[in-house]
């Protein structure tokens, strides 16, 4: 006869003890269950101890998920959440350095737990880590010439414990001083900077960005496209997935006039250019979040060209008459006569007219209205253009494909795709 499903069958761990195998009844209060297993190993004050997985998580066991225990679980009887947020509040500030640092790389690690995050906020645990962030660091720098593996894990385990109670989503991240944000984002602007210190500050500037219109604004003070680069051409591809999420954090939440400046930035500093050698073609296998951080930065300067898609070309205005013009004379300017050459009107209409079914516009007689249908509009003239400027012999050559020639490519990928 099957057991009861209410009943599963677990084996808890006590340090310095045999496991004890034993059956726990779900209908019965939590509380109930970690009293009889204290009784069992003679340990009083069973309010003070909890229930929490033996594998590599060590979440606690609460009211509400211990329906995810089943049967053969390992569970571990230790210090209740209450308990060792406690004593770890009081541990991190001790003023021994060794123990400090231990306590620290011990937060770190518990508070993955939202049970443990959540005491451990109760106490005002995150003011307590800003401020150590914020004055600790420079003491503790006075320090780093003979300590400098200790500085280093120490700041490294605040900022990491900082990051995982934050990511509960149980504090606001408009209560954080500027204070806080410049030295995070010093950590970032500095050229030599422990590995795990930076990959830490820059999540926390990511999160700042993204949750706080104000923390946007404050941190795009401190931190600029310049300063990021050069942990693009580093080596190490968690630096630069975590660079590319903050610059993408900027650019999302950017006013609308801001983003065009920073996109031209971004072609200032060759951030394509450093993105293909560094990140693309690195001797190295592209991870999943980095590719979906570089999917999300072409979609965001992909969509800066959106208003070109979108307005029609004025076949009266002269200026963008003349950039057809310009298609024209680069690819047929070898064989053909120039503008202010001898002929009469209808033969150069007739020459341009022969030339423009060429280049493979609809319209042969007047090619601006081409781009009146949007998309694409003007977005593809301006790649045509482009591409004749920057690419000549390319452009010739393409251009005088027939049937299926080059102008006519482009408009039709535009209508097709860009739709």
Known sequence: MPPPADIVKVAIEWPGAYPKLMEIDQKKPLSAIIKEVCDGWSLANHEYFAL??????NFYITEKNRNEIKNGTILRLTTSPAQNAQQLHERIQSSSMDAKLEALKD????????????EFINLDGISLLTQMVESGTDRYQKLQKIMKPCFG??????????????DHGIVSWDT?????????????NKSAIDISILQRSLAILESM??????????????ITIGQLIPHLQGTDQEIQTYTIAVINALFLKAPDERRQEMANILAQKQLRSIILTHVIRAQRAINNEMAHQLYVLQVLTFNLLEDR???KMDPQDQAQRDIIFELRR?????ESEPNNSSGSMEKRKSMYTRDYKKLGFINHVNPAMD???????????????????HHQDAYIRVSMQDPFSYCKFTTEFFQTYIQ
Request: proline content about 2%; overall charge negative; charged content about 15%.
């Open 176 to 188: 954080f001083s500027v204070a806080f944000i410049k030295k995070i984002a010093s950590f970032v």
């Open 309 to 311: 898609m979108m307005t």
């Open 371 to 389: 781009f009146t249908q949007t998309p694409p509009g003007m977005l593809a003239l301006d790649n045509m253009l482009y591409f004749a400027k």
């Open 107 to 118: 937060l770190a690690s518990l508070s993955r737990d939202v049970t443990f995050a959540q």
């Open 153 to 166: 894990d120490m700041l490294s385990f605040t900022l990491t414990a900082f990051v995982e109670l934050m």
């Open 330 to 334: 680069i690819a047929f300017d070898a």
């Open 209 to 222: 960005v993204l949750n706080s219109h104000d923390l946007y604004q404050k941190v795009a003070q401190e």
């Open 52 to 57: 929490q997985h033996a594998d590599s998580s």
